[in-house]
């Protein structure tokens, strides 16, 4: 990166310490600037958590990692130790184990299309798999058209040119004698897959990002091409040894770490983010606050919009009123309903670690994730992660097990029975991944999300952009309308997801230090 043209080796503040604002900080820290990361919890890594309890250990956030490409090169622009240094990274193999609503099970290799396309032959019929392969190819077309303007380059200015195209080339398809184009992931399913499974096999990766497949458009493809053609990796320890990993990247760059620091406003001088203000201050005006204003030179905002449109509003700035896309951001989100099993008895020979269990009734589990309601709760898609690593249970004789659903965030999570009734659905379908399920349960912990944390905006998944949808599925820029404040992280330009954290990571530090003129990676 070039020597910042605009204000020197400055003073940067970083709001959270997540996994996109610690990628930012580390390269900041490399290019000379002096950067200190503000975190109000006491540890590192936002939604890349860990919970431990009687020798088991479990990932409460990613529990598998896509295009690792993106922390290699963090890790190589910011350092000696390359990644692989620093952690063990083990690709999974099947990518994944699906148990559909009509029992077929199937295996998928891992990065391989002939793979796939025999083992969908053999589950689904002769036919199935070829249906998905060629499906793949178009999806490869979306990739190639959306994956700089998307990934590697800040937002366009004139971003409603991303919103209105459709990068996927749909197969055209005749109907009462009109000729149309799937739009949507659902349209996509029916017309080219023609396959309730395989239908549900594409369902299940949106799912996956919180997008309901109904509305998401079918650019979409990209997330199974995105882990057809990279791989799935696991990170030998659990996911959260990535984020230990980063972090002391971090720390060796000189990174300073300040935790149980909140900060409560973003400050501006001169019309530019020159500070921030820590909970305690007794006064919002800039330098008036004691040790408790902060001067610095820019600001790095990895939170919510929401969070954010509140810090900067003592600026005179308030982000809500800056006219940039926004991703629905007030809409409310699928959240991610999680539950940890310590089992007595080790994992079978053969295990998968990773088992996606369809929903019994796909069309009513769509349904209610649009618009909850009903008597009771109906059963999910599952996703069942069985990582087979002696650093995640007291021995051998024990397994860690990881439970999650996308689920709406109007279900009625303020009652108690929601979460217990949803409970009961998940283990339910991890009986079909984990034999004997019942009688090796010790005990289960489940998860949600807290609305309005850092780590989850507005207690929803926030998913990768995507081109096309009017723009409903991009995300904020990093620039911001106050010059000197930068949004980085899930919630922000290119979207969520451990990749994406990552690449907006070096966005931002690409902006703060080539200037305004920064175009992305070359």
């Not at 053999?122 to 060629?134: I, K, M, N």
């Amino acid at each position: 990166m070039a020597v910042d043209k605009v204000a020197g080796m400055g003073r940067i503040a970083v709001i959270g310490a997540g996994m996109g604002a610690m990628a930012a900080a580390a390269r900041l820290a490399v290019a000379g600037h002096r950067v200190t990361v503000y975190e109000r919890t006491e540890t590192y890594g936002g939604e890349v958590g860990r919970f431990e309890r009687d020798g088991f250990a479990f990932d409460t956030g990613p529990g598998l990692l896509s295009l690792p490409a993106v922390y290699r090169d963090l890790f190589v622009k910011t350092g000696k130790e390359p990644l692989e240094d620093c952690v063990e990274l083990v690709q999974v193999d099947p990518s994944a184990r699906h148990v559909f609503a009509d029992g077929t099970q199937v295996s998928l290799p891992n990065a391989s299309r002939a793979g796939v396309v025999a083992a969908l032959d053999e589950a689904l019929g002769t036919g199935a798999g070829q249906r998905w392969g060629d499906f793949l190819v178009r999806a490869r077309e979306a990739w190639d058209r959306t994956r700089r303007p998307l990934l590697e380059e800040p937002l366009w200015p004139n971003w409603q040119v991303l919103a209105e195209r459709e990068p996927y080339p749909s197969v055209p398809h005749k109907k009462l004698l009109r000729t149309r184009r799937a739009a949507t992931l659902t349209e996509l399913g029916a017309w080219e897959l023609r396959d309730e499974r395989l239908a549900a096999l594409l369902n299940s990766h949106a799912l996956a990002h919180g997008l309901n497949p109904r509305d998401t458009p079918a650019g979409a493809a990209v997330l199974p091409y995105l882990e057809h053609a990279f791989g799935t990796w696991y990170v030998r320890g659990g996911t959260r040894e990535l984020a230990r990993a980063v972090y002391e990247r971090c720390v060796r760059r000189r990174v300073e770490f300040v935790f149980g620091a909140e900060v409560t406003a973003v400050l501006a001088k001169d019309g530019r983010a020159a500070g921030v203000e820590l909970a305690g201050g007794t006064s919002r005006a800039f330098g008036s606050g004691g040790g408790n204003v902060i001067d610095v030179d820019h600001v790095v905002a990895g939170v919510d919009p929401v969070r954010l449109d509140a810090l900067t509003r003592s600026a005179g700035c308030p982000l809500d009123a800056d006219g940039d896309v926004r991703a629905d951001r007030k809409a409310a989100r699928p959240v991610r309903f999680t539950v940890l099993l310590a089992l007595r008895g080790g994992p079978e020979a053969g295990a998968a670690h990773r088992t996606v269990v369809h929903a019994p009734d796909g069309e009513t589990e769509l349904d209610l994730l649009a618009s909850p309601g009903g008597d009771r709760p109906v059963r999910p898609t599952v996703t069942v992660l069985r990582p087979d690593d002696p650093a995640l249970r007291p021995d051998d004789g024990h397994e860690s097990v990881v439970l999650s659903a996308a689920l709406s965030a109007e279900a009625g999570w303020e009652r108690e029975s929601t979460a217990g009734a949803f409970t009961d659905l998940l283990l339910e379908a991890a009986e079909a991944a984990v034999p004997g399920l019942r009688e090796r349960l010790l005990w289960h912990e489940t998860r949600l999300p807290e609305p309005g944390t850092d780590t989850t905006g507005s207690g929803g998944i926030s998913a990768p952009a995507l081109a096309a949808g009017r723009g409903r599925f991009l995300h904020p820029a990093n620039t911001t309308r106050l010059p000197g404040l930068y949004r980085v992280g899930s919630w922000s330009h290119p979207g969520g997801g451990l990749p994406h954290a990552g690449m907006s990571g070096a966005l931002v530090a690409g902006l703060i230090v080539e200037g305004p003129e920064f175009r992305g990676s070359q």
